[in-house]
Protein backbone atom coordinates (compact mmCIF):
# COMPACT_ATOMS: atom_id res chain seq x y z
CA UNK A 1 0.00 0.00 0.00
CA UNK A 2 1.38 3.88 -0.57
CA UNK A 3 1.83 5.83 2.06
CA UNK A 4 2.83 9.67 2.70
CA UNK A 5 5.47 10.88 5.03
CA UNK A 6 6.57 14.16 5.88
CA UNK A 7 8.53 16.01 8.61
CA UNK A 8 9.70 17.51 11.00
CA UNK A 9 6.19 17.31 12.70
CA UNK A 10 6.34 20.41 14.24
CA UNK A 11 9.40 23.53 14.03
CA UNK A 12 9.91 26.84 15.53
CA UNK A 13 12.35 28.77 13.38
CA UNK A 14 13.21 32.12 13.89
CA UNK A 15 12.62 35.19 10.89
CA UNK A 16 15.42 35.24 8.63
CA UNK A 17 16.33 31.57 9.30
CA UNK A 18 16.37 29.08 6.56
CA UNK A 19 13.64 26.20 6.12
CA UNK A 20 13.68 22.90 4.63
CA UNK A 21 10.27 20.52 4.79
CA UNK A 22 10.88 16.89 2.95
CA UNK A 23 8.23 14.56 1.99
CA UNK A 24 8.23 11.53 0.45
CA UNK A 25 5.87 8.91 -0.74
CA UNK A 26 6.58 4.87 -0.95
CA UNK A 27 4.79 2.59 -3.10
CA UNK A 28 3.93 4.31 -6.02
CA UNK A 29 5.88 5.66 -9.03
CA UNK A 30 5.25 8.57 -10.81
CA UNK A 31 3.36 10.30 -8.89
CA UNK A 32 1.88 13.90 -8.74
CA UNK A 33 3.34 15.84 -5.77
CA UNK A 34 1.71 18.67 -3.58
CA UNK A 35 2.44 21.35 -1.28
CA UNK A 36 -0.25 23.23 0.94
CA UNK A 37 -0.30 25.74 3.98
CA UNK A 38 -3.10 25.98 5.41
CA UNK A 39 -3.02 29.75 7.99
CA UNK A 40 -5.21 29.44 11.26
CA UNK A 41 -8.55 28.81 11.27
CA UNK A 42 -8.51 29.23 7.08
CA UNK A 43 -8.50 27.23 4.43
CA UNK A 44 -5.84 25.26 2.34
CA UNK A 45 -3.65 27.22 0.20
CA UNK A 46 -1.87 25.66 -2.71
CA UNK A 47 1.95 26.56 -2.89
CA UNK A 48 3.21 24.16 -5.67
CA UNK A 49 2.58 21.21 -7.69
CA UNK A 50 4.83 18.34 -9.33
CA UNK A 51 4.21 15.88 -11.99
CA UNK A 52 7.79 14.61 -12.24
CA UNK A 53 11.14 15.18 -11.22
CA UNK A 54 12.55 18.64 -11.39
CA UNK A 55 9.06 19.80 -12.83
CA UNK A 56 7.78 22.38 -10.46
CA UNK A 57 4.79 24.43 -10.78
CA UNK A 58 4.20 27.54 -8.63
CA UNK A 59 0.84 28.77 -7.55
CA UNK A 60 1.93 31.67 -5.33
CA UNK A 61 4.60 34.24 -5.88
CA UNK A 62 6.41 34.13 -2.42
CA UNK A 63 9.57 33.56 -0.49
CA UNK A 64 9.36 29.79 -0.75
CA UNK A 65 10.50 27.18 -3.08
CA UNK A 66 10.13 23.62 -3.94
CA UNK A 67 12.15 20.67 -5.47
CA UNK A 68 11.96 16.97 -6.42
CA UNK A 69 15.36 15.53 -6.46
CA UNK A 70 13.69 12.11 -6.67
CA UNK A 71 10.72 10.75 -8.30
CA UNK A 72 9.21 10.37 -4.57
CA UNK A 73 10.47 13.06 -2.57
CA UNK A 74 9.26 16.73 -2.59
CA UNK A 75 11.25 19.33 -0.75
CA UNK A 76 9.95 22.49 0.07
CA UNK A 77 12.67 25.74 1.08
CA UNK A 78 13.19 28.89 2.11
CA UNK A 79 16.21 30.65 2.71
CA UNK A 80 15.01 33.54 4.91
CA UNK A 81 11.80 32.91 7.05
CA UNK A 82 8.70 35.25 7.06
CA UNK A 83 6.93 35.70 10.24
CA UNK A 84 3.84 35.56 7.66
CA UNK A 85 5.09 31.77 6.52
CA UNK A 86 3.86 30.23 9.39
CA UNK A 87 1.44 27.78 9.55
CA UNK A 88 0.09 24.66 8.96
CA UNK A 89 1.99 22.43 5.52
CA UNK A 90 0.81 19.87 4.37
CA UNK A 91 2.37 17.38 1.56
CA UNK A 92 -0.17 15.31 -0.50
CA UNK A 93 0.22 12.89 -3.30
CA UNK A 94 -1.52 11.51 -6.31
CA UNK A 95 -1.09 8.37 -7.79
CA UNK A 96 -0.62 9.16 -11.96
CA UNK A 97 -4.08 8.88 -13.52
CA UNK A 98 -5.98 8.67 -10.32
CA UNK A 99 -8.85 11.35 -9.12
CA UNK A 100 -7.64 11.76 -5.60
CA UNK A 101 -5.05 13.15 -2.94
CA UNK A 102 -3.84 11.56 -0.16
CA UNK A 103 -2.08 13.92 2.38
CA UNK A 104 0.96 13.63 4.96
CA UNK A 105 0.84 14.16 8.50
CA UNK A 106 1.40 17.78 8.03
CA UNK A 107 4.38 19.92 9.75
CA UNK A 108 3.13 22.98 12.01
CA UNK A 109 5.90 26.03 11.50
CA UNK A 110 5.99 28.98 13.81
CA UNK A 111 8.21 31.64 12.54
CA UNK A 112 9.31 33.59 16.11
CA UNK B 1 -10.21 31.40 -11.72
CA UNK B 2 -10.81 28.54 -9.81
CA UNK B 3 -13.34 28.95 -6.68
CA UNK B 4 -14.88 26.89 -3.97
CA UNK B 5 -17.34 28.17 -1.70
CA UNK B 6 -18.06 27.22 1.39
CA UNK B 7 -20.85 29.55 3.24
CA UNK B 8 -21.05 27.61 6.40
CA UNK B 9 -18.00 28.42 9.16
CA UNK B 10 -19.83 26.54 11.91
CA UNK B 11 -22.77 23.96 11.80
CA UNK B 12 -23.94 22.00 15.05
CA UNK B 13 -26.12 18.64 14.85
CA UNK B 14 -27.15 16.64 17.32
CA UNK B 15 -26.24 13.35 18.07
CA UNK B 16 -27.39 10.50 15.76
CA UNK B 17 -29.23 13.33 13.30
CA UNK B 18 -28.21 14.21 9.89
CA UNK B 19 -26.46 17.24 8.34
CA UNK B 20 -25.37 18.45 5.22
CA UNK B 21 -22.94 21.02 4.40
CA UNK B 22 -23.02 23.28 1.73
CA UNK B 23 -20.19 23.12 -1.44
CA UNK B 24 -20.55 25.21 -4.42
CA UNK B 25 -18.01 25.84 -7.35
CA UNK B 26 -17.35 28.21 -10.23
CA UNK B 27 -15.81 26.05 -12.94
CA UNK B 28 -16.79 25.56 -16.98
CA UNK B 29 -14.41 22.80 -17.55
CA UNK B 30 -16.59 20.06 -18.57
CA UNK B 31 -14.44 17.18 -16.52
CA UNK B 32 -13.28 17.93 -13.22
CA UNK B 33 -13.49 15.84 -10.17
CA UNK B 34 -15.11 17.35 -6.40
CA UNK B 35 -13.83 15.67 -3.04
CA UNK B 36 -14.72 16.05 0.80
CA UNK B 37 -11.77 16.31 3.39
CA UNK B 38 -12.10 15.97 6.96
CA UNK B 39 -9.93 17.45 9.36
CA UNK B 40 -9.54 16.61 13.24
CA UNK B 41 -8.04 18.35 15.86
CA UNK B 42 -5.26 16.82 15.13
CA UNK B 43 -4.78 18.04 11.80
CA UNK B 44 -4.40 15.32 9.61
CA UNK B 45 -6.43 15.48 5.98
CA UNK B 46 -8.56 12.71 5.83
CA UNK B 47 -10.34 11.44 2.50
CA UNK B 48 -14.05 10.96 2.53
CA UNK B 49 -15.77 11.00 -1.18
CA UNK B 50 -15.33 11.70 -4.77
CA UNK B 51 -17.72 12.78 -7.63
CA UNK B 52 -16.73 12.91 -10.95
CA UNK B 53 -18.21 15.25 -13.05
CA UNK B 54 -19.74 12.81 -15.48
CA UNK B 55 -21.01 10.47 -12.77
CA UNK B 56 -24.96 10.06 -13.11
CA UNK B 57 -25.46 9.16 -9.63
CA UNK B 58 -24.65 10.67 -6.32
CA UNK B 59 -21.87 9.35 -4.62
CA UNK B 60 -21.89 7.37 -1.38
CA UNK B 61 -19.62 6.52 0.87
CA UNK B 62 -20.93 4.56 3.94
CA UNK B 63 -22.68 7.67 6.13
CA UNK B 64 -21.46 9.86 3.94
CA UNK B 65 -23.12 11.14 0.52
CA UNK B 66 -22.46 13.42 -1.59
CA UNK B 67 -25.40 15.94 -3.18
CA UNK B 68 -24.29 16.51 -6.89
CA UNK B 69 -26.25 19.23 -8.80
CA UNK B 70 -24.70 19.55 -11.91
CA UNK B 71 -26.57 22.89 -13.02
CA UNK B 72 -26.74 24.17 -9.87
CA UNK B 73 -22.57 23.63 -9.40
CA UNK B 74 -23.10 22.56 -6.17
CA UNK B 75 -21.46 19.18 -3.71
CA UNK B 76 -23.10 19.01 -0.56
CA UNK B 77 -21.78 16.59 1.73
CA UNK B 78 -24.30 15.04 3.58
CA UNK B 79 -23.41 12.90 6.99
CA UNK B 80 -26.10 10.66 7.79
CA UNK B 81 -26.72 9.14 11.95
CA UNK B 82 -24.05 11.75 13.13
CA UNK B 83 -21.42 10.79 16.17
CA UNK B 84 -19.68 12.76 18.27
CA UNK B 85 -16.42 11.61 16.16
CA UNK B 86 -17.51 13.42 13.28
CA UNK B 87 -16.86 16.63 14.79
CA UNK B 88 -13.91 18.37 12.83
CA UNK B 89 -13.33 20.79 9.87
CA UNK B 90 -15.16 19.52 6.70
CA UNK B 91 -13.39 20.69 3.29
CA UNK B 92 -15.03 20.64 -0.07
CA UNK B 93 -12.17 20.87 -2.75
CA UNK B 94 -11.84 20.56 -6.66
CA UNK B 95 -9.73 20.07 -9.87
CA UNK B 96 -11.03 21.48 -12.84
CA UNK B 97 -7.57 21.77 -14.49
CA UNK B 98 -6.73 18.06 -13.27
CA UNK B 99 -3.29 18.77 -11.67
CA UNK B 100 -4.37 21.38 -9.31
CA UNK B 101 -6.37 20.90 -6.23
CA UNK B 102 -8.34 23.89 -5.14
CA UNK B 103 -9.97 23.62 -1.39
CA UNK B 104 -13.24 25.70 0.02
CA UNK B 105 -12.25 27.83 3.41
CA UNK B 106 -14.09 24.67 5.08
CA UNK B 107 -16.95 23.80 7.81
CA UNK B 108 -16.18 23.13 11.93
CA UNK B 109 -19.24 21.09 12.27
CA UNK B 110 -19.80 20.14 16.32
CA UNK B 111 -21.81 17.11 17.17
CA UNK B 112 -23.63 17.97 20.14
CA UNK B 113 -24.14 14.82 22.30
Known amino acids: SQTIHQWPATLVQPVGSPLSLECTVE??????LYWYRQAAGRGLQLLFYSVGIGQISSEVPQNLSASRPQDRQFILSSKKLLLSDSGFYLCAWRRRGGNTIYFGEGSWLTVV | AQKITQTQPGMFVQEKEAVTLDCTYD???????LFWYKQPSSGEMIFLIYQGSYDQQNATEGRYSLNFQKARKSANLVISASQLGDSAMYFCASNYTGNQFYFGTGTSLTVIP
Open chain 2, 27 to 33: TSDPSYG
Open chain 1, 27 to 32: GTSNPN
